[in-house]
């Protein structure tokens, strides 16, 4: 099964949800966590599922994901035919760019065909989860499907991002319809009663081969004959208009059989507020996704940055302090205090400085004094000292980007 399928990783996307996150990168290469990218948690799903053929399809400032792939993840073994690599446009065939998830594959198609595999997998490197993809094949496989699509359930608001699926007996799909607008708080949401359960997709789908080859040619020919073919979603774009006729099925998330159900956790990171909250939920004393699970453990690129540490400030003699936080290497809290906040490598906290409940990305310095709370700060940005971010809503939407729920993007130098 590992040389029968194919992977291909959608790292394409803007991510506009999460703005101004992108910036200057990906969806895919958002940090997260404390010490990861986004898109680490799908490839570490490929990696202890066991399948090591990777593409990954890349586009929109791929410089910083490129540069991650090549430092963090060039693990594999061509010997053995495993791969992680990129796959920007290579416009064999036209000068255009990817146009769509659907025209991202289609574009590489020559790569399909010169594959191997009986399968392709599709996965949406701008989300976080755990799930065990050797399960999904193995299931796709048992039931003679010509597409899978990965479903998890939701409450009846659904997450307001994905698309809703409709079944029939067997976990055939009858069809699939647009999603809703609920409340953030849904993409991080407990399991909820039956009675009340939605299906909604995750952007996980396995391709019979043949069946996707034969659907590329025709959606060619399609384009050629009525114009452009609609490619924003491939399940509502692609794979809803081939239910009536072909054999599409559901597969669902965090079943008994996958050896990472536990978890049960998926977030796509749609917006700076989901963004935030997900990396809060990390700080829980019982998180939704264990970052600290022995046999399932997220690969990344670190840097040789010596330990996380703290020390007395200069001025006042103060001990730095820190409370339910995560510290990456590198970082230094001297006389200032952290709490509840997640703080990525190379972070420095001055005498007297506060930060509260924020996210602070690689290379930040909060000057002494200064007093920070929900906040998320972008890479290499330096606090002056005693600045109040946070604390004054009309303040901070005049200086940054300030999200529905009041979380402040700080993404360059006040």
């Known amino acids: 099964m590992p040389t029968e399928t194919l992977i291909l990783v959608l790292a394409i996307d803007r991510g506009a949800g999460p703005a101004p996150l992108t910036e200057h990168r990906t969806k895919a290469a958002v940090p ?21 053929q990777v593409l990954v399809l890349t586009q929109y400032k791929s410089h910083s994901l490129h540069k991650h792939l090549r430092d963090g993840w060039s693990i594999f073994n061509p010997e053995l035919r495993e791969f992680i690599t990129p796959v920007p446009p290579q416009m064999r065939e036209s000068q255009e760019w990817y146009a769509g998830p659907f025209d991202a594959i289609r574009q590489n198609r020559y ?43 939701v409450d009846g608001r659904g997450s307001g991002t994905q698309a809703c699926v409709e079944l029939t007996e ?21 399991p909820v009663p039956e009675e009340a359960e939605r299906l909604e997709t995750m952007g996980v789908y396995v391709f019979d081969r043949d069946f996707l080859l034969e659907e590329m040619m025709r959606l060619d020919q399609a384009r050629r004959d009525d114009g452009v073919v609609a490619d924003t979603d491939l399940a509502l774009d692609i794979v809803a208009p081939v239910v009536a ?14 050896r990472v159900t536990p978890d049960r956790y998926w977030c796509d990171l749609a917006s700076i507020d989901a963004y935030y909250q997900a990396n809060m939920a990390l700080l829980r004393a019982e998180p939704p996704l264990d970052l600290y699970q022995a046999d399932w453990n997220i690969h990344t690129y670190q840097g040789q940055y010596p330990p996380a540490r703290t020390v007395p400030g200069a001025t006042s003699g103060n001990e730095g302090i820190f409370v339910n936080s995560m510290l990456a290497a590198g970082t230094v809290i001297s006389g200032g205090g952290v709490n509840h906040s997640v703080l ?13 409940a924020s996210i602070l990305f690689n290379g930040v310095t909060i000057g002494e004094g200064a007093h920070l709370r929900n906040c ?9 000292p005693r600045m109040q971010i946070g604390h004054d809503p009309k303040s901070d939407r005049e200086r940054f980007t300030v999200s529905e729920k009041g979380v402040v993007v700080v993404t360059k130098s006040p």
Not at 130 to 139: G, K, S
Not at 170 to 190: D, M, Q, Y
Not at 344 to 356: L, N, T
């Open 344 to 356: 990525f490598p190379k972070v420095r906290v001055q005498d007297g400085a506060i930060v509260e």
């Open 111 to 153: 790569l399909i065909e010169r594959s191997r595999a009986r399968q392709i997998l599709v996965l949406d490197g701008g989300a976080v989860y755990r799930m065990d993809y050797a399960e999904l094949v193995r299931a796709h496989a048992e039931s003679k499907a010509e597409i899978t699509v990965a479903v998890r359930a």
């Open 32 to 52: 997260f966590g404390g010490k990861f990218r986004v898109i680490d948690f799908t490839l570490a799903n490929c990696l202890h599922s066991g399948l090591r």
């Open 376 to 384: 998320i700060v972008e890479k290499d940005v330096e606090i002056p």
């Open 170 to 190: 067997g976990e055939r799909i009858a069809g699939f319809g647009r999603p809703a607008s609920p409340p953030v708080e849904n993409a991080l949401a407990a």
């Open 245 to 258: 006729d072909r054999r599409v099925v559901a597969y669902r998330f965090g079943q008994d059989r996958g």
